[in-house]
């Protein structure tokens, strides 16, 4: 069974500064694709990144970038420029090809300081 | 289009009742599926479908019944609630495919079991 690890319960960061969340992942498929899922404190999730694992170009969005190491089995976001309304827990989820199953990790908690 | 809708917002049962949470969405997504988040332990799977008349068990689906009559519907039944079941409770839905195909998520129910 697959398994995703986030090592970081929680990380706090200074407002415009950068942070970057570790997840790493435990699988033997060749193609699968990871997520990274944003949960404000309004409970919503939102899906912030996605990364097929087929693509070497690390994908990005906005002021969200991942490294993708597949041969690490690591998928690390990168936050630039952190926001205020970057505060929130985030999830790295983890998806078998062929299967719409998400396996997600435990979650870190972000907290962006003014 | 109103995405996701799950209801109730918010319930407190007494051990041993019965509710179902519903879950609807109008996005005709094949795929719907039930999680449970608690402190800690990130999102696991309950359930899941991949169509009417489709239902399939993910990692912890002891004391929880699904059934998918229609597209648009699938809700969970608790049989007989146990405090073990408080929980805060997300129904999400996507298409199907061998893509990176982004789950959207209702607004959750938190569930207290007393």
């Known amino acids: 069974a697959q398994t995703v690890t986030q090592s970081q319960p929680e990380m706090s960061v200074q407002e415009a500064e950068t942070v970057t969340l570790s997840c790493t992942y435990d699988?033997?498929?060749?193609?699968?694709?990871l997520f990274w899922y944003k949960q404000p404190p309004s409970r919503q999730m939102i899906l912030v990144i996605r990364?097929?694992?087929?693509?070497?170009q690390n994908a990005t969005e906005n002021r969200f970038s991942v490294n993708f190491q597949k041969a690490a089995k690591s998928f690390s976001l990168k936050i630039s420029d952190s926001q205020l309304g970057d505060t929130a827990m985030y999830f790295c989820?983890?998806?078998?090809?062929?299967?719409?199953?998400?396996?997600f990790g435990k979650g870190t908690k972000l907290t962006v300081n003014p | 289009n109103a995405g996701v809708t799950q209801t109730p917002k918010f319930q407190v049962l007494k051990t041993g009742q019965s509710m179902t949470l519903q879950c609807a969405q109008d996005m005709n997504h094949e795929y719907m599926s039930w999680y449970r988040q608690d402190p800690g332990m990130g999102l696991r799977l309950i359930h899941y479908s991949v169509g009417a008349g489709i239902t399939d068990q993910g990692e912890v689906p002891n004391g929880y019944n699904v059934s998918r009559s229609t597209t648009e519907d699938f809700p969970l039944r608790l049989l007989s609630a146990a405090p073990s079941q408080t929980s805060v409770y997300f129904c999400?839905?996507?298409?199907?495919?061998?893509?990176?195909?982004?789950?959207?998520f209702g607004p959750g129910t938190r569930l207290t079991v007393t």
């Open positions: 999400a839905s996507s298409l199907t495919g061998t893509f990176a195909t982004e789950q959207y």
């Open positions: 990364q097929e694992a087929y693509k070497q």
């Open positions: 989820a983890f998806k078998e090809g062929g299967s719409e199953k998400l396996v």
């Open positions: 699988t033997s498929e060749s193609n699968y694709y």
